[in-house]
């Protein structure tokens, strides 16, 4: 267990962090809703905050005052252990309370942890904060894609920011890693911070198999769309099929055609599409398509960790064809913190690596995200196996 002191710098840094992010935005875009998906920043802002007072200061706390008795109303999210919350597809209508009070309330939470944190060193507490601190940082990148998702549907397309950097080049010729077939070690295996869902460790046989080295490129997704595959049945599930058709999907989520040049927006406006890019905001079932298109498949999420040390990762969460499931012997904790992982582990699809988002000291070879098949509004992308 690290040192209190530690934990004390990680918390405030990744305090000050999620309101760093929230940093350029207008008072009018914090309460913006415009999909049932993506949660208002004042709601993050929120929500994050509760989630410290709620499992950490009501507990070790002595004689704990609460902030506002209605902010566990507003600021729960799925927490059925803790009791009534504001349906999610409300969150948008909460113009109170205030970003200010929101902030307040913030403030408010940092120092009573801050001073518990001074006079406490219990081990448990140290755990549920560690997870506190990954949870708020899970926020930290859901934020910045709801950000894009407000301003990119906003008809003036705003820009965020000048220095968030979407888009890194990979320079190297595209090849493909082969892997032998064999018995091979997943899951989380050392003393760092890991959710549940990446326990317990165990053994898989993987045929042999290759992977690419690289993401799809845009200009390779670009190819797919003018070959007209999203008119093209035969690539796509039968549920994939069926949203092509009722959502008239015809490109990735941002992209717009002008005068027959593909540009897409971004946090730093809009802008021409970059062909050497990785392609990302990508669903499973475009992902699925376009593999089959290749004449390629996804990887397994096994195949993807058995391999990921001799590529590199990070820009890009990578859909991969394992169904979101629990390892072997996957045991739930007791308690709210129970309903963390576990009651998600049915309709969803498995995606590896990290993206561009995702906030320092958070990304690990480990980790299982993970989203139903149509979503597509996270910075996801696309590697190849076969």
């Known amino acids: 267990m690290v040192s209190t002191d530690t934990f004390l710098d990680f918390f405030l840094e990744t305090r000050e962090h999620t309101e760093a992010i929230c940093k350029p935005l207008e008072i009018e875009d914090y309460v913006v809703q415009p999909i049932i998906d993506v949660s208002p920043p004042k709601w993050h802002l929120g929500h994050t905050t509760w989630f410290f007072e709620e499992f950490i200061l009501k507990t070790y706390v002595k004689s704990y005052t609460v902030f506002d008795e209605d902010f566990s109303f507003v600021f729960n999210s799925y927490y059925e252990t803790v009791g009534k919350r504001v349906v999610r597809a409300d969150r948008g209508n909460l113009s109170r309370p205030s970003v200010k009070k929101v902030y307040e309330y913030r403030q408010y939470v940092t120092q009573a942890v801050k001073r518990l944190l001074e006079s406490n060193e219990d081990e448990t507490l140290l755990a549920v904060l560690e997870i506190g601190i990954h949870h708020e940082k899970q926020h930290q990148e859901l934020l910045l894609t709801d950000i894009k998702y407000i301003l990119g549907n906003n008809p003036l397309l705003p820009k965020y920011s000048d220095y968030f950097k979407e888009f890194t080049i990979e320079k190297e010729a595209q090849s493909w890693i082969s892997m032998s077939e064999g018995i091979y070690e997943i899951g989380h295996n050392s003393t760092d911070f890991c ?103 996804l990887p397994t999420e096994f195949e993807w960790e058995a391999a990921q040390n001799q590529f590199n990762w990070g820009q890009r969460w990578e859909w991969t064809e394992s169904a979101y499931l629990p390892y072997p012997n996957y045991k739930k904790v007791d308690g709210a913190l129970g309903e963390y992982n576990g009651k998600f582990m049915v309709n969803q699809k498995v995606l590896r690596g990290s993206s561009i988002a995702t906030p320092n000291k958070h990304a690990r070879h480990t980790y299982r995200n993970f989203f139903p098949t149509d979503l597509k509004w996270q910075f996801t992308g696309i590697r190849l196996a076969k």
């Not at 039968?238 to 971004?266: F, K, M, N, R």
């Open 195 to 297: 959710f549940d869902n990446e326990l317990g460790r165990h053994k898989v046989y993987l045929h042999d198999y290759q992977i690419s080295n690289k993401l799809v490129t845009n200009a390779e997704y670009i190819e797919f769309i003018k070959a007209d595959e999203y008119k093209r049945f035969d690539l796509w599930h039968a549920a994939g099929w069926d949203w092509v058709q009722q959502y008239q999907i015809t490109s990735p989520l941002y992209w717009h055609e002008i005068d027959g040049i593909w540009h897409y927006y971004t946090l730093n406006g809009l802008t021409e599409v970059d062909l050497d890019a990785p392609v990302t905001h990508i669903s499973y079932f475009e992902s699925f398509a376009f593999a089959q298109y290749k004449g390629c498949r």
